[in-house]
């Protein structure tokens, strides 16, 4: 049987990169995925991909930064497919504009927290109900190598980062009892176009990468075990995926 067999996941950014990765992952392991991004063509074209190989694929174009926009995707996913069984928040990242708290453009800071730690928070609180009524659910966050050590260069990156895994530990405690597992990923550099275009090859955090930089199905495989009952009684963890970079 499939790792995600009548499972139904809800997966933001996922018309590239890591989401993308994971929502192909997803749909071979037999899950109905619900792909989120505000890229239409790229989400479109990442379903046809899925569906092409015999998968259950939807895209709903969604602006997580936006509370009608999450609400929707949410209500909408679970109220056509009967069920929520996994969200992972997969949306997000810095630009070039981030830098040192004295230097960023004040409009980088909060861009950075609507997106990356009150997206989180959004298909938290719209996902939570329907998983409750439900029985249960895996809720999937992504953090960063930034919010576990100290880095440079990302400031408003690095504390949205650390408000999600904060934020992640918090909600762990508290729908245990609803037998929701709240867990996070904290990726170091992984090998996406985004990435690729802002991250310097002579970057330190590339060099601490003890065994090379991570690629997107690194990081979409734990994803798949998060979303499994293979974790069934893991919850409040924020698993690194970073080479091995969180050790110095």
């Given at each position: 049987?499939a ?5 139904v996941?809800?997966i933001t950014?996922?018309a590239?990169g890591?989401g ?9 392991e ?6 989120a991004d505000m890229k239409r063509?790229?989400g479109?074209a990442a379903?046809a991909e899925i569906?092409?190989?015999g ?6 174009a969604?602006?997580?930064?936006r509370?009608?926009?999450v ?10 497919h009967?069920?929520l ?12 504009k981030d830098g040192k ?7 980088e800071f909060?861009?950075?927290m609507?997106v990356?730690l ?7 609180r ?9 029985g249960?659910?895996?809720i999937i966050n992504?953090?960063s190598?930034?919010a576990l050590i100290g880095t440079a260069g990302a400031?408003?990156?690095?504390a ?14 508290q ?5 929701i ?11 996406t176009?985004?990435v690729?275009a802002l991250?310097r ?7 601490k990468?003890l065994?090379?930089?991570m ?14 009952d293979e974790s069934r009684?893991?919850t ?10 969180s050790t110095f």
């Amino acid at each position: 049987m499939a790792r995600l067999e009548n499972k139904v996941a809800v997966i933001t950014g996922a018309a590239s990169g890591i989401g993308r990765a994971s929502a192909g992952l997803f749909a071979r392991e037999g899950a109905t995925v619900v792909l989120a991004d505000m890229k239409r063509e790229a989400g479109e074209a990442a379903v046809a991909e899925i569906v092409g190989a015999g998968g259950h694929a939807e895209f709903v174009a969604t602006d997580v930064s936006r509370e009608e926009d999450v609400r929707a995707l949410i209500d909408g996913a679970a109220e056509r497919h009967g069920r929520l069984d996994v969200l992972y928040n997969n949306a997000g990242g810095a630009t070039s504009k981030d830098g040192k708290v004295t230097d960023m453009p004040l409009e980088e800071f909060w861009r950075t927290m609507s997106v990356d730690l009150f997206g989180t928070f959004l298909g938290c609180r719209f996902a939570i109900p329907h998983m409750a009524r439900g029985g249960g659910g895996s809720i999937i966050n992504t953090t960063s190598i930034r919010a576990l050590i100290g880095t440079a260069g990302a400031d408003a990156y690095s504390a949205a980062k650390g408000g999600v895994l904060t934020l992640t530990k918090a909600l762990a405690m508290q729908w245990h009892v609803d037998k929701i597992r709240v867990n996070a990923i904290g990726p170091g550099v992984v090998a996406t176009e985004r990435v690729k275009a802002l991250v310097r090859p002579d970057d330190p955090i590339v060099k601490k990468s003890l065994m090379g930089v991570m690629e997107p199905d690194d990081i979409a495989y734990l994803a798949l075990y998060l979303a499994s009952d293979e974790s069934r009684r893991i919850t409040g963890a924020i698993l690194p995926a970073e080479s091995g970079a969180s050790t110095f």
